[in-house]
């Protein structure tokens, strides 16, 4: 190429915009032309234009071909003495540089080192900020002219950068630390995808020069502080990124690369990253492949005579579950328990940190390293566990109404050696086929070891005391939730779920008691109905149960949420909202007081509150109800139908008292009338009461306390169940 179409070209960047393109490119070939006037000239200009004063000196000075030009143009000179040098010296950034390392080597000890080796590392290296706040690293020998390493900011435009809308983007690896939106915008995109969970994110630098200074130059803390973020310097990345993922099966490997470094070294790393993934993910599935086989032989000659030998204690039991759901963890972690008291030895699986997702090699690794006599589901049948051999004996607890237990499939997925406890075994033998035998039906009950009215001490009672207190992580508001729920459904779908939404505000407003199953399901099949939609039975019940079932629900709670916020705005009650999300709740903001953990804060939580509200739809007998009283603390229940038998209060308590006895939670639990209410005022009624008249809330207390003790722990639940199941494995 010659100089003249190389300053054609560079003459193009810089009218596209691309200013530090032109300057890095032309210091690169200017030391070797030592005579370019109109080059040099467009590099002045440049420098000039981006207000790096400094280096429009410097170059002016080096340059003898410039010399005519400034003869030619008198104020040129006069211009570039005028312009700020626009170099930052490294300590101006010390506090930015403080918090990013504080965040990098809290969880990357591995880095101190580099972290103590940065002055060193930057020693000659210079920080420009140009006039548009983009930074440039470079460096200069004496007598030379300055070399440009690369611009730390991107010039790129973000509509350039093609990603996936939220939700599908998955664990991403990013190489080249440079101040650009793609960090923070893939940081956002992958975080808390579900509940919890967030996708691993690893980003790789192999220049500990350009790391270093991007450390001072964007506050990054925010991000760097989050495990899921794993960090690499070095021209070794992907050897490291190897070693990890190697060490950590249940860790994601990334499914996307971005590389924004610009530079050879980067787009190599791009390529061998890449591979690293590649020969990961054939390993692992030759892993896989590998325990299936073992499994299979293993299980081949297990029948019910090899059982009846084996299945009982102190026998191991394998529960799997997720800590990415609010309640089905804690319940495995008591299930556990209960079947350790009865004997048996329990092991749990789950994943360690948010960021982690349990692979099915590690639960058959698992399966093979315990060699168990039991495998524990909750809310999950065997044919959705590829993995389980058909012959390891199954319990599952169903607690929820899902889509993958409400229907025929899983009701024909039931086997010689399944067996299922829980809820709606009605349904699901009469709807869906289960068999009658292989189905003991249970509420869900409480873990008394965890849950107590035991002593709190004077710490925790100050932390927690308060009138009335609440916990849920249904946070969003269902103007909130409507609108993004909807993005997950086509266009042809939009009118129906806006019929349904309409239809929830309608039964909230006028203050109706649907029961909340049916109901759901009367939502969508009267929306389908009238807006023209075919729906299969799965789309129907998926329907249902994660969108018209959780705008009820959700609408419900937070309805009752606001009776009670504006009595304690007006009493000065102490009122306290645990759980996720509700410091951005638009009018229920003033009473949150952050998520909680379930288990002895939980407990103090609720042994320090007068009064505690149980509002889930579904009924009184649920498991916030029981750990409310089991605390010692008295719990307050709007009012569900299914609790007094479809009846009005009034009606049940009249036939009650006459006799009658009909069927309903409010037989089970004495007199349950006396903490259900079902509007503002007889919630204020109830509230009042209670908390102006101590003997009147201790005795309503004992005698409801009284029935979970008797009827309702996780040992006399699985006393009922283990022996039925013991008899429909091994007979």
Excluded at 42 to 52: D, N
Excluded at 473 to 496: K, L
Aim: aromatic content about 8%.
């Amino acid at each position: 190429m010659t100089l003249e179409q190389l300053t054609d070209q560079l003459t193009e960047l810089y009218r596209s915009g691309r200013r530090y393109r032109v300057v890095e490119q032309a210091h690169r070939v200017l030391p070797s032309i030592p005579v370019a006037p109109r080059l040099a000239e467009l590099t002045l200009q440049t420098l000039l234009e981006l207000k790096l004063g400094g280096p429009a000196r410097e170059l002016l000075q080096l340059r003898s071909d410039l010399g005519q030009v400034a003869d030619q143009h008198p104020k040129l000179k006069q211009a570039v003495d005028g312009t700020p040098n626009g170099r930052v010296q490294w300590a101006q950034c010390a506090d930015v540089l403080r918090r990013n390392i504080t965040a990098l080597v809290k969880h990357r000890t591995h880095l101190q080192e580099l972290v103590d080796s940065i002055p060193r590392i930057l020693s000659g290296v210079h920080l420009y900020c140009t006039v548009s706040g983009y930074y440039y690293v470079s460096r200069r020998r004496p007598g030379r002219l300055r070399e440009w390493l690369t611009g730390l900011t991107s010039e790129d435009n973000p509509a350039n950068l093609r990603l996936p809308p939220r939700g599908q983007l998955g664990p991403t690896t990013i190489i080249g630390t440079r101040i650009s939106h793609v960090l923070p915008r893939v940081y956002q995109d992958t975080h808390h995808l579900f509940l919890t969970y967030s996708h691993p994110l690893y980003i790789l630098e192999p220049d500990p020069v350009l790391f270093a200074a991007w450390l001072h130059c964007t506050d990054l803390s925010a991000i760097l502080d989050d495990q899921r973020v794993y960090v690499f310097v070095g021209d070794d990345g992907a050897d490291r990124v190897a070693k990890l993922l190697e060490a950590n099966p249940n860790l994601t490997p990334p499914q996307m690369f971005i590389n924004q470094s610009g530079t050879e070294p980067g787009a190599k790393l791009t390529q061998q990253i890449q591979q690293v993934v590649e020969g990961l993910c054939s390993r692992r599935r030759d892993q896989l492949a590998h325990c299936l086989g073992e499994i299979k032989q293993r299980y081949q000659n297990r029948d019910a005579a090899y059982w009846s030998k084996r299945f009982k204690p102190p026998g191991r039991v394998l529960g799997v579950t997720s800590r990415f759901t609010t309640v089905l963890q804690y319940s495995m972690r008591d299930s556990l328990q209960a079947l350790g008291e009865l004997g048996y030895e329990s092991h749990m699986l789950i994943e360690t940190k948010g960021h982690h997702q349990l692979s099915e090699l590690e639960i058959c690794r698992k399966l093979l390293e315990l060699d168990p006599v039991m495998f524990l589901s909750l809310d999950h049948l065997r044919y959705e566990l590829p993995h389980l051999p058909k012959n390891l004996p199954l319990l599952t607890w169903i607690q929820d109404p899902m889509a993958n237990l409400l229907c025929r499939r899983a009701g024909e997925s039931i086997g010689p050696f399944d067996f299922v406890c829980g809820h709606y075994r009605k349904r699901c033998i009469t709807e869906f086929g289960y068999p009658e035998d292989a189905f003991v039906s249970t509420g869900i009950p409480v873990s008394t070891q965890v849950f107590h009215d035991g002593e709190m001490g004077e710490a925790s009672l100050a932390q927690y005391a308060c009138d009335v207190s609440f916990v849920s992580n249904a946070s969003e508001p269902i103007e909130r939730f409507f609108q993004s729920a909807r993005g997950n459904y086509p266009p042809a779908c939009q009118p129906m779920l806006e019929m349904i939404y309409g239809r929830v505000q309608e039964i909230l407003a006028q203050d109706e008691h649907p029961e909340m199953e049916p109901a759901a399901e009367e939502l969508v099949r009267l929306a389908a109905e009238q807006t023209g939609m075919s729906l299969s039975p799965e789309d129907a019940m998926q329907l249902s149960t994660y969108f018209a079932y959780r705008l009820l629900d959700w609408g419900r709670r937070q309805q009752t949420l606001e009776w009670v916020a504006t009595w304690a705005r007006r009493t000065g009650r102490v009122f306290r909202i645990y759980g996720r999300g509700w410091e951005k709740h638009p009018t229920l903001a003033d009473f949150a007081v952050g998520p909680i953990e379930h288990g002895d804060p939980l407990r103090c939580a609720n042994r320090a509150s007068r009064l505690a509200l149980q509002l889930i739809p579904a009924g009184f007998r649920h498991q916030r109800a029981l750990e409310i009283l089991a605390s010692g603390s008295l719990p307050l229940a709007r009012y569900c139908s299914v609790d007094f038998a479809r009846l009005p209060i009034e009606t049940f308590v009249k036939e009650r008292d006459a006799g009658k006895h009909p069927r309903g939670i409010a037989t089970i639990f004495p007199r349950l009338e006396r903490v259900v209410f079902r509007t503002p005022a007889e919630f204020e009624e109830l509230a009042e009461r209670y908390l102006t008249d101590e003997s009147l809330r201790q005795e309503v207390l004992t005698e409801l306390r009284q029935v979970v003790l008797c009827d309702y722990t996780y040992t006399g639940v699985m006393r009922k169940v283990i022996e039925p199941f013991r008899k429909r494995v091994v007979l």
